[in-house]
Protein backbone atom coordinates (compact mmCIF):
# COMPACT_ATOMS: atom_id res chain seq x y z
CA UNK A 1 0.00 0.00 0.00
CA UNK A 2 1.49 2.93 -1.23
CA UNK A 3 -1.10 5.70 0.00
CA UNK A 4 0.54 6.99 3.24
CA UNK A 5 -3.06 8.88 4.43
CA UNK A 6 -5.44 6.29 5.49
CA UNK A 7 -6.73 7.65 9.02
CA UNK A 8 -8.85 5.46 10.53
CA UNK A 9 -11.38 5.71 13.39
CA UNK A 10 -11.57 2.25 15.09
CA UNK A 11 -14.82 2.33 17.26
CA UNK A 12 -15.08 -0.99 20.11
CA UNK A 13 -16.00 -0.74 23.76
CA UNK A 14 -13.57 -3.77 24.01
CA UNK A 15 -10.24 -2.17 25.50
CA UNK A 16 -8.01 -4.80 25.27
CA UNK A 17 -9.58 -6.24 21.60
CA UNK A 18 -9.60 -2.49 20.55
CA UNK A 19 -5.66 -1.84 21.37
CA UNK A 20 -4.90 -5.38 19.99
CA UNK A 21 -6.43 -4.54 16.21
CA UNK A 22 -4.83 -1.07 16.53
CA UNK A 23 -1.71 -2.01 16.90
CA UNK A 24 -1.74 -4.42 14.18
CA UNK A 25 -3.41 -2.13 11.76
CA UNK A 26 -0.57 0.35 12.81
CA UNK A 27 1.82 -2.38 11.65
CA UNK A 28 0.01 -2.45 8.23
CA UNK A 29 0.38 1.70 8.19
CA UNK A 30 -2.90 2.79 9.06
CA UNK A 31 -2.87 5.87 11.07
CA UNK A 32 -5.46 4.94 13.70
CA UNK A 33 -7.39 6.77 16.26
CA UNK A 34 -9.23 4.60 18.77
CA UNK A 35 -12.84 5.54 20.32
CA UNK A 36 -14.49 3.54 22.85
CA UNK A 37 -18.34 4.66 22.35
CA UNK A 38 -20.45 5.99 19.71
CA UNK A 39 -20.53 9.19 21.73
CA UNK A 40 -16.90 9.48 21.81
CA UNK A 41 -16.98 8.42 18.20
CA UNK A 42 -19.14 10.75 16.80
CA UNK A 43 -17.27 13.51 18.86
CA UNK A 44 -14.20 12.17 16.77
CA UNK A 45 -15.89 12.49 13.10
CA UNK A 46 -16.65 15.98 14.29
CA UNK A 47 -13.61 17.36 14.09
CA UNK A 48 -11.78 15.26 11.07
CA UNK A 49 -12.27 13.50 8.01
CA UNK A 50 -11.13 9.90 8.44
CA UNK A 51 -10.81 8.01 5.66
CA UNK A 52 -11.88 4.44 6.95
CA UNK A 53 -14.27 3.62 10.10
CA UNK A 54 -14.07 0.67 11.20
CA UNK A 55 -16.96 -0.26 13.93
CA UNK A 56 -18.43 -2.54 16.29
CA UNK A 57 -22.27 -2.59 15.94
CA UNK A 58 -23.30 -3.61 19.24
CA UNK A 59 -22.18 -0.19 21.55
CA UNK A 60 -23.70 0.34 25.18
CA UNK A 61 -25.39 3.67 24.01
CA UNK A 62 -25.29 4.90 20.43
CA UNK A 63 -24.81 1.75 18.47
CA UNK A 64 -22.61 0.91 15.25
CA UNK A 65 -25.01 1.74 12.59
CA UNK A 66 -26.10 5.18 13.80
CA UNK A 67 -22.08 5.75 14.01
CA UNK A 68 -21.98 4.43 10.33
CA UNK A 69 -25.00 7.28 9.27
CA UNK A 70 -23.67 9.80 10.93
CA UNK A 71 -19.88 9.43 9.35
CA UNK A 72 -21.17 8.77 6.05
CA UNK A 73 -23.71 11.41 6.45
CA UNK A 74 -21.17 14.25 7.02
CA UNK A 75 -18.58 12.29 4.52
CA UNK A 76 -20.30 10.20 1.67
CA UNK A 77 -16.73 9.18 0.57
CA UNK A 78 -15.93 7.79 4.04
CA UNK A 79 -15.09 3.78 3.87
CA UNK A 80 -17.58 2.16 6.38
CA UNK A 81 -16.85 -1.24 7.43
CA UNK A 82 -18.83 -2.86 10.63
CA UNK A 83 -17.97 -5.42 13.12
CA UNK A 84 -20.73 -8.17 14.44
CA UNK A 85 -20.28 -9.79 17.53
CA UNK A 86 -22.90 -11.95 17.41
CA UNK A 87 -22.84 -13.67 13.63
CA UNK A 88 -26.11 -12.29 12.64
CA UNK A 89 -25.55 -11.26 9.28
CA UNK A 90 -28.88 -9.78 9.54
CA UNK A 91 -27.39 -6.66 11.68
CA UNK A 92 -24.76 -6.46 9.13
CA UNK A 93 -27.22 -6.42 6.18
CA UNK A 94 -28.88 -3.63 7.86
CA UNK A 95 -26.00 -1.30 8.58
CA UNK A 96 -25.14 -1.77 4.57
CA UNK A 97 -28.32 -0.46 4.26
CA UNK A 98 -27.18 2.71 6.29
CA UNK A 99 -23.97 3.06 4.18
CA UNK A 100 -21.73 0.75 5.48
CA UNK A 101 -19.46 -0.65 2.88
CA UNK A 102 -18.86 -4.11 4.15
CA UNK A 103 -18.45 -6.35 7.50
CA UNK A 104 -16.15 -8.63 9.02
CA UNK A 105 -17.62 -11.13 11.98
CA UNK A 106 -16.22 -11.59 15.14
CA UNK A 107 -14.13 -13.56 16.23
CA UNK A 108 -11.95 -12.01 12.91
CA UNK A 109 -8.32 -12.80 12.16
CA UNK A 110 -6.53 -9.75 11.67
CA UNK A 111 -5.82 -10.77 8.20
CA UNK A 112 -9.21 -10.71 7.19
CA UNK A 113 -10.14 -7.36 8.28
CA UNK A 114 -7.24 -6.62 6.39
CA UNK A 115 -8.23 -8.01 2.91
CA UNK A 116 -11.65 -6.25 3.21
CA UNK A 117 -10.13 -2.94 4.03
CA UNK A 118 -7.32 -3.38 0.74
CA UNK A 119 -10.57 -4.19 -1.28
CA UNK A 120 -12.86 -1.19 -0.15
CA UNK A 121 -9.89 1.10 -0.96
CA UNK A 122 -9.33 -0.30 -4.00
CA UNK A 123 -12.74 -0.26 -4.85
CA UNK A 124 -12.85 3.43 -3.93
CA UNK A 125 -9.92 4.35 -5.86
CA UNK A 126 -11.20 2.72 -9.14
CA UNK A 127 -14.39 4.54 -8.33
CA UNK A 128 -12.66 7.94 -8.28
CA UNK A 129 -11.33 7.34 -11.34
CA UNK A 130 -13.45 6.16 -13.17
CA UNK A 131 -15.45 9.74 -12.33
CA UNK A 132 -12.12 11.23 -13.49
CA UNK A 133 -12.13 9.82 -16.72
CA UNK A 134 -15.88 10.81 -17.21
CA UNK A 135 -15.31 13.96 -16.00
CA UNK A 136 -12.36 14.43 -18.88
CA UNK A 137 -14.74 13.00 -20.82
CA UNK A 138 -17.24 15.34 -21.08
CA UNK A 139 -14.85 18.16 -20.45
CA UNK A 140 -13.22 17.01 -24.17
CA UNK A 141 -16.71 16.35 -25.46
CA UNK A 142 -18.10 19.78 -23.95
CA UNK A 143 -18.80 21.32 -27.66
CA UNK A 144 -19.84 18.08 -29.04
CA UNK A 145 -20.19 18.28 -32.78
CA UNK A 146 -17.73 20.96 -33.31
CA UNK A 147 -14.29 19.99 -33.96
CA UNK A 148 -11.47 22.16 -33.56
CA UNK A 149 -8.36 22.96 -32.29
CA UNK A 150 -6.82 26.10 -33.69
CA UNK A 151 -6.33 29.09 -31.32
CA UNK A 152 -9.18 30.76 -32.68
CA UNK A 153 -12.10 27.93 -31.46
CA UNK A 154 -9.83 27.26 -28.89
CA UNK A 155 -11.07 30.87 -27.45
CA UNK A 156 -14.55 30.41 -29.14
CA UNK A 157 -15.30 27.32 -27.02
CA UNK A 158 -14.14 28.91 -23.95
CA UNK A 159 -16.64 31.92 -24.40
CA UNK A 160 -19.33 29.44 -25.05
CA UNK A 161 -18.55 27.42 -21.74
CA UNK A 162 -18.83 30.98 -19.90
CA UNK A 163 -21.94 32.20 -22.10
CA UNK A 164 -23.65 28.67 -21.93
CA UNK A 165 -24.72 28.96 -18.09
CA UNK A 166 -26.35 32.49 -18.28
CA UNK A 167 -29.48 33.50 -20.29
CA UNK A 168 -28.52 36.27 -22.23
CA UNK A 169 -29.55 36.43 -25.37
CA UNK A 170 -26.91 35.92 -28.17
CA UNK A 171 -26.29 37.17 -31.61
CA UNK A 172 -23.73 34.21 -33.87
CA UNK A 173 -22.64 35.77 -36.87
CA UNK A 174 -20.38 33.60 -39.68
CA UNK A 175 -19.93 33.17 -42.97
CA UNK A 176 -22.30 30.33 -45.15
CA UNK A 177 -21.66 27.29 -43.17
CA UNK A 178 -19.21 28.10 -41.14
CA UNK A 179 -21.36 26.70 -38.12
CA UNK A 180 -23.58 28.92 -36.68
CA UNK A 181 -25.94 26.71 -36.20
CA UNK A 182 -23.55 23.80 -34.39
CA UNK A 183 -22.51 26.68 -32.04
CA UNK A 184 -25.83 27.72 -31.17
CA UNK A 185 -26.97 23.68 -30.18
CA UNK A 186 -23.70 23.39 -28.34
CA UNK A 187 -24.68 26.29 -26.62
CA UNK A 188 -28.13 24.99 -25.85
CA UNK A 189 -26.91 21.33 -24.90
CA UNK A 190 -24.38 23.03 -22.19
CA UNK A 191 -26.97 25.34 -20.69
CA UNK A 192 -29.05 24.41 -17.75
CA UNK A 193 -32.00 24.46 -20.18
CA UNK A 194 -30.73 21.79 -22.01
CA UNK A 195 -33.69 19.58 -20.38
CA UNK A 196 -36.06 21.10 -22.63
CA UNK A 197 -36.43 22.33 -26.16
CA UNK A 198 -34.00 23.71 -28.96
CA UNK A 199 -36.67 25.29 -31.41
CA UNK A 200 -34.99 26.33 -34.66
CA UNK A 201 -36.41 28.25 -37.33
CA UNK A 202 -34.99 29.71 -40.05
CA UNK A 203 -36.58 33.43 -40.62
CA UNK A 204 -35.29 33.36 -44.37
CA UNK A 205 -36.89 29.95 -45.33
CA UNK A 206 -40.26 30.35 -44.88
CA UNK A 207 -42.69 33.54 -46.86
CA UNK A 208 -42.73 36.22 -44.38
CA UNK A 209 -46.84 36.24 -43.98
CA UNK A 210 -46.45 32.71 -42.98
CA UNK A 211 -43.48 33.76 -40.52
CA UNK A 212 -45.18 35.62 -38.37
CA UNK A 213 -47.77 32.56 -38.16
CA UNK A 214 -44.73 30.09 -37.60
CA UNK A 215 -43.20 32.54 -34.79
CA UNK A 216 -46.59 33.36 -32.36
CA UNK A 217 -48.56 30.90 -33.15
CA UNK A 218 -52.53 31.69 -33.94
CA UNK A 219 -55.95 30.76 -33.11
CA UNK A 220 -58.73 28.90 -35.10
CA UNK A 221 -59.92 31.70 -37.77
CA UNK A 222 -57.29 34.23 -37.39
CA UNK A 223 -56.74 34.29 -40.76
CA UNK A 224 -57.56 32.25 -44.15
CA UNK A 225 -56.61 28.73 -43.70
CA UNK A 226 -55.85 28.88 -40.32
CA UNK A 227 -57.94 26.25 -39.27
CA UNK A 228 -57.35 25.42 -35.90
CA UNK A 229 -55.44 26.92 -32.50
CA UNK A 230 -51.53 26.40 -33.64
CA UNK A 231 -48.75 26.72 -30.81
CA UNK A 232 -46.11 28.58 -32.56
CA UNK A 233 -42.31 28.34 -32.09
CA UNK A 234 -41.83 30.47 -29.54
CA UNK A 235 -44.22 28.48 -27.23
CA UNK A 236 -42.79 25.27 -28.27
CA UNK A 237 -39.29 26.74 -26.71
CA UNK A 238 -40.70 27.43 -23.47
CA UNK A 239 -38.39 26.81 -21.08
CA UNK A 240 -35.87 26.23 -23.59
CA UNK A 241 -33.81 27.44 -26.38
CA UNK A 242 -35.62 29.60 -29.54
CA UNK A 243 -32.84 29.39 -32.40
CA UNK A 244 -33.91 32.79 -35.05
CA UNK A 245 -31.57 31.85 -38.06
CA UNK A 246 -30.68 34.19 -40.91
CA UNK A 247 -32.64 37.65 -38.62
CA UNK A 248 -31.24 39.82 -40.58
CA UNK A 249 -34.35 38.87 -43.31
CA UNK A 250 -36.92 39.47 -41.24
CA UNK A 251 -38.95 42.34 -42.16
CA UNK A 252 -39.40 45.36 -39.77
CA UNK A 253 -42.49 45.09 -39.02
CA UNK A 254 -41.94 41.42 -37.25
CA UNK A 255 -38.51 43.15 -36.43
CA UNK A 256 -40.69 44.96 -34.12
CA UNK A 257 -42.91 42.02 -32.73
CA UNK A 258 -39.64 40.36 -32.20
CA UNK A 259 -38.50 43.22 -29.97
CA UNK A 260 -41.59 43.41 -28.34
CA UNK A 261 -41.03 39.28 -27.03
CA UNK A 262 -37.67 40.18 -26.07
CA UNK A 263 -38.78 43.27 -23.57
CA UNK A 264 -41.59 41.92 -22.33
CA UNK A 265 -40.83 38.05 -22.52
CA UNK A 266 -44.89 37.90 -23.85
CA UNK A 267 -46.70 38.25 -26.76
CA UNK A 268 -50.57 37.39 -28.24
CA UNK A 269 -50.86 34.62 -30.91
CA UNK A 270 -52.59 35.81 -34.29
CA UNK A 271 -56.22 36.19 -33.48
CA UNK A 272 -56.12 36.57 -30.47
CA UNK A 273 -56.47 38.95 -27.47
CA UNK A 274 -54.63 37.60 -24.76
CA UNK A 275 -51.26 37.72 -23.68
CA UNK A 276 -49.42 34.32 -23.22
CA UNK A 277 -46.31 34.75 -20.65
CA UNK A 278 -43.21 32.75 -22.38
CA UNK A 279 -39.54 32.16 -20.49
CA UNK A 280 -37.42 31.34 -23.86
CA UNK A 281 -33.74 32.46 -24.27
CA UNK A 282 -33.13 33.53 -27.69
CA UNK A 283 -30.04 32.92 -29.89
CA UNK A 284 -30.32 35.02 -33.09
CA UNK A 285 -27.93 34.35 -36.21
CA UNK A 286 -26.54 36.16 -39.29
CA UNK A 287 -24.24 35.91 -41.80
CA UNK A 288 -25.00 38.98 -43.05
CA UNK A 289 -23.67 42.77 -41.61
CA UNK A 290 -26.24 43.66 -38.96
CA UNK A 291 -24.23 47.05 -37.62
CA UNK A 292 -24.34 47.99 -41.60
CA UNK A 293 -28.28 46.99 -42.02
CA UNK A 294 -28.87 49.70 -38.89
CA UNK A 295 -26.80 51.85 -40.22
CA UNK A 296 -28.35 51.76 -43.73
CA UNK A 297 -31.74 51.70 -41.90
CA UNK A 298 -32.63 48.30 -42.85
CA UNK A 299 -32.27 46.90 -39.24
CA UNK A 300 -34.49 48.33 -36.14
CA UNK A 301 -31.44 49.28 -34.47
CA UNK A 302 -32.78 48.86 -30.52
CA UNK A 303 -33.73 45.03 -31.82
CA UNK A 304 -30.37 45.16 -32.88
CA UNK A 305 -28.80 45.57 -29.25
CA UNK A 306 -31.49 43.44 -27.84
CA UNK A 307 -29.81 40.59 -29.57
CA UNK A 308 -26.79 41.48 -29.54
CA UNK A 309 -26.10 41.12 -25.90
CA UNK A 310 -23.49 38.64 -26.43
CA UNK A 311 -21.49 38.69 -29.74
CA UNK A 312 -20.06 35.33 -30.83
CA UNK A 313 -18.05 35.26 -33.96
CA UNK A 314 -17.72 31.61 -35.73
CA UNK A 315 -14.87 32.36 -37.66
CA UNK A 316 -14.60 31.57 -41.53
CA UNK A 317 -12.55 28.35 -42.50
CA UNK A 318 -9.82 30.04 -44.24
CA UNK A 319 -8.44 31.89 -41.09
CA UNK A 320 -8.33 28.58 -39.43
CA UNK A 321 -6.46 26.55 -41.66
CA UNK A 322 -5.06 24.22 -38.73
CA UNK A 323 -8.52 23.03 -38.03
CA UNK A 324 -8.54 21.42 -41.82
CA UNK A 325 -6.98 18.09 -41.22
CA UNK A 326 -9.15 17.41 -38.01
CA UNK A 327 -12.21 17.90 -39.94
CA UNK A 328 -11.43 16.14 -42.68
CA UNK A 329 -10.44 12.96 -40.46
CA UNK A 330 -13.61 13.76 -38.75
CA UNK A 331 -15.72 13.56 -41.77
CA UNK A 332 -13.61 10.56 -43.72
CA UNK A 333 -14.58 8.47 -40.25
CA UNK A 334 -18.18 10.23 -40.97
CA UNK A 335 -18.88 8.94 -44.71
CA UNK A 336 -16.53 5.92 -44.61
CA UNK A 337 -18.67 4.76 -41.53
CA UNK A 338 -22.23 5.80 -43.88
CA UNK A 339 -20.72 4.10 -46.42
CA UNK A 340 -19.12 1.01 -45.22
CA UNK A 341 -16.10 1.96 -47.18
CA UNK A 342 -12.35 1.75 -46.07
CA UNK A 343 -10.49 4.77 -47.22
CA UNK A 344 -8.71 5.02 -44.26
CA UNK A 345 -5.98 8.28 -45.23
CA UNK A 346 -5.19 10.98 -47.15
CA UNK A 347 -2.34 11.86 -49.30
CA UNK A 348 -0.53 14.46 -48.45
CA UNK A 349 -0.74 16.22 -51.45
CA UNK A 350 -4.22 15.84 -51.41
CA UNK A 351 -4.16 17.45 -47.71
CA UNK A 352 -2.18 20.40 -49.47
CA UNK A 353 -4.97 20.99 -52.25
CA UNK A 354 -7.59 20.94 -48.66
CA UNK A 355 -5.47 23.35 -46.78
CA UNK A 356 -4.67 25.96 -50.02
CA UNK A 357 -8.39 25.98 -51.15
CA UNK A 358 -10.08 29.64 -49.49
CA UNK A 359 -13.33 27.27 -48.74
CA UNK A 360 -15.66 30.29 -49.29
CA UNK A 361 -18.54 27.69 -47.72
CA UNK A 362 -16.77 26.87 -45.64
CA UNK A 363 -17.02 23.81 -43.00
CA UNK A 364 -20.32 22.58 -45.04
CA UNK A 365 -18.47 23.21 -48.25
CA UNK A 366 -15.41 20.93 -47.14
CA UNK A 367 -18.08 18.45 -45.59
CA UNK A 368 -19.64 18.11 -48.87
CA UNK A 369 -15.89 17.95 -50.34
CA UNK A 370 -14.74 14.70 -48.36
CA UNK A 371 -18.52 13.10 -49.09
CA UNK A 372 -17.48 13.03 -52.41
CA UNK A 373 -14.14 12.08 -52.17
CA UNK A 374 -15.33 9.24 -50.11
CA UNK A 375 -17.46 7.99 -52.30
CA UNK A 376 -15.26 8.29 -55.42
CA UNK A 377 -12.30 6.83 -53.79
CA UNK A 378 -14.51 3.52 -53.25
CA UNK A 379 -12.32 0.77 -51.94
CA UNK A 380 -9.28 2.15 -52.32
CA UNK A 381 -7.44 3.02 -48.71
CA UNK A 382 -6.50 6.55 -49.55
CA UNK A 383 -7.94 9.76 -50.49
CA UNK A 384 -6.27 11.41 -53.36
CA UNK A 385 -5.87 14.76 -55.04
CA UNK A 386 -8.31 13.16 -57.85
CA UNK A 387 -10.72 12.18 -55.18
CA UNK A 388 -11.64 16.02 -55.02
CA UNK A 389 -14.15 18.38 -56.44
CA UNK A 390 -12.25 20.29 -59.54
CA UNK A 391 -12.21 23.79 -58.22
CA UNK A 392 -10.12 22.54 -54.97
CA UNK A 393 -7.91 20.39 -57.23
CA UNK A 394 -6.34 23.70 -58.99
CA UNK A 395 -6.34 25.38 -55.86
CA UNK A 396 -2.58 27.04 -55.84
CA UNK A 397 -0.39 25.58 -53.32
CA UNK A 398 1.22 28.38 -51.32
CA UNK A 399 4.72 28.94 -52.77
CA UNK A 400 7.78 27.20 -51.03
CA UNK A 401 9.58 30.62 -50.45
CA UNK A 402 6.25 31.99 -48.63
CA UNK A 403 7.82 29.60 -45.78
CA UNK A 404 11.08 31.17 -46.06
CA UNK A 405 10.80 33.88 -43.88
CA UNK A 406 14.30 33.82 -41.44
CA UNK A 407 12.63 33.67 -37.84
CA UNK A 408 13.70 36.40 -35.38
CA UNK A 409 15.54 33.66 -33.43
CA UNK A 410 17.12 32.24 -36.33
CA UNK A 411 17.40 28.78 -37.58
CA UNK A 412 19.43 25.58 -38.01
CA UNK A 413 20.30 25.95 -42.03
CA UNK A 414 21.15 22.19 -42.83
CA UNK A 415 17.65 20.95 -40.80
CA UNK A 416 15.87 23.68 -42.64
CA UNK A 417 17.59 22.44 -45.98
CA UNK A 418 16.58 18.64 -45.33
CA UNK A 419 13.07 19.38 -44.32
CA UNK A 420 12.63 21.21 -47.69
CA UNK A 421 14.28 18.12 -49.60
CA UNK A 422 12.26 15.83 -47.92
CA UNK A 423 9.09 17.65 -48.75
CA UNK A 424 10.02 17.98 -52.53
CA UNK A 425 11.01 14.56 -52.75
CA UNK A 426 7.77 13.07 -51.29
CA UNK A 427 5.75 15.88 -53.27
CA UNK A 428 7.72 14.23 -56.46
CA UNK A 429 6.79 10.91 -55.35
CA UNK A 430 2.99 11.66 -54.96
CA UNK A 431 2.79 13.28 -58.49
CA UNK A 432 4.43 10.11 -60.11
CA UNK A 433 2.41 7.30 -58.04
CA UNK A 434 5.59 6.22 -56.59
CA UNK A 435 7.63 5.94 -59.80
CA UNK A 436 11.17 6.45 -58.50
CA UNK A 437 12.64 7.05 -62.12
CA UNK A 438 10.08 9.54 -63.02
CA UNK A 439 10.47 10.99 -59.36
CA UNK A 440 14.46 11.54 -60.40
CA UNK A 441 13.14 13.42 -63.54
CA UNK A 442 11.41 15.56 -62.02
CA UNK A 443 13.84 16.92 -59.31
CA UNK A 444 16.43 16.58 -62.05
CA UNK A 445 18.85 14.31 -60.43
CA UNK A 446 19.71 10.58 -61.57
CA UNK A 447 17.89 7.56 -59.85
CA UNK A 448 20.33 6.40 -58.04
CA UNK A 449 20.64 9.82 -56.24
CA UNK A 450 17.40 10.01 -55.55
CA UNK A 451 17.17 6.11 -54.09
CA UNK A 452 19.85 6.98 -51.80
CA UNK A 453 18.62 10.59 -50.52
CA UNK A 454 14.78 8.32 -50.15
CA UNK A 455 17.25 5.95 -47.94
CA UNK A 456 19.06 8.65 -46.15
CA UNK A 457 15.76 10.29 -45.06
CA UNK A 458 13.78 7.11 -44.11
CA UNK A 459 17.11 6.45 -41.79
CA UNK A 460 17.23 9.81 -40.28
CA UNK A 461 13.35 9.56 -39.49
N1 LIG B 1 -16.48 22.93 -36.12
C1 LIG B 1 -17.23 22.01 -36.74
N2 LIG B 1 -17.03 20.71 -36.47
C2 LIG B 1 -17.75 19.77 -37.10
N3 LIG B 1 -18.72 20.02 -37.98
C3 LIG B 1 -18.97 21.29 -38.28
C4 LIG B 1 -18.25 22.35 -37.67
N4 LIG B 1 -18.71 23.51 -38.15
C5 LIG B 1 -19.67 23.20 -39.03
N5 LIG B 1 -19.84 21.86 -39.12
C6 LIG B 1 -20.77 21.17 -40.03
O1 LIG B 1 -20.86 21.95 -41.20
C7 LIG B 1 -22.20 22.08 -41.63
C8 LIG B 1 -22.61 23.54 -41.62
O2 LIG B 1 -22.69 24.02 -40.28
P1 LIG B 1 -23.87 24.99 -39.80
O3 LIG B 1 -25.19 24.55 -40.37
O4 LIG B 1 -23.79 25.13 -38.34
O5 LIG B 1 -23.40 26.32 -40.53
P2 LIG B 1 -24.08 27.76 -40.56
O6 LIG B 1 -23.04 28.73 -40.19
O7 LIG B 1 -25.34 27.72 -39.78
O8 LIG B 1 -24.38 27.90 -42.10
P3 LIG B 1 -25.51 28.78 -42.87
O9 LIG B 1 -25.10 30.21 -42.72
O10 LIG B 1 -25.40 28.33 -44.27
O11 LIG B 1 -26.81 28.47 -42.23
C9 LIG B 1 -23.01 21.22 -40.70
O12 LIG B 1 -23.20 19.95 -41.30
C10 LIG B 1 -22.17 21.10 -39.47
O13 LIG B 1 -22.41 19.88 -38.84
MG1 LIG C 1 -27.33 27.87 -40.45
Known sequence: MSDPEKHLLLVEDEAPLREAVAEQLTDHGYQVEQAGSGEEAIERLADFAFDIIVTDLRLPGIDGSAVVETAVERYPHIIAIVVTGYGTVKDAVDAIKHGAWDFVSKPFQIDELLHVLDSALEQRRLKSENAYLRAQLEERYRFEGIVGKSRAMARLFQLLETVASTNSTILITGETGAGKEVVARAIHHNSPRRMHRFVALNCSAIPETLLEAELFGHVRGAFTGAVGNRQGRLEQAH???????????????????????????????????????????????????????????????????????????????????????????????????????????????????????????????????????????????????????????????????????????????????????????????????????????????????????IKRLEKES
Do not use: C
Open 239 to 453: KGTLFLDEVGTMSTALQMKLLRVLQEREFERIGDSHSVKVDVRVIAATNSDLARMVAEGQFREDLFYRLNVIPVQVPPLRDRKEDIPLLVAHFVDKFRADAGTSPVTVSQSAMRRLMSFRWPGNVRQLENAIERAVAFAGNRSQLDESDLPSDVQQAEEPALSASLALPEEGLDLDQFIARIERDLIQRSLERTNGNKGKAAKLLNVKRTTLVEK
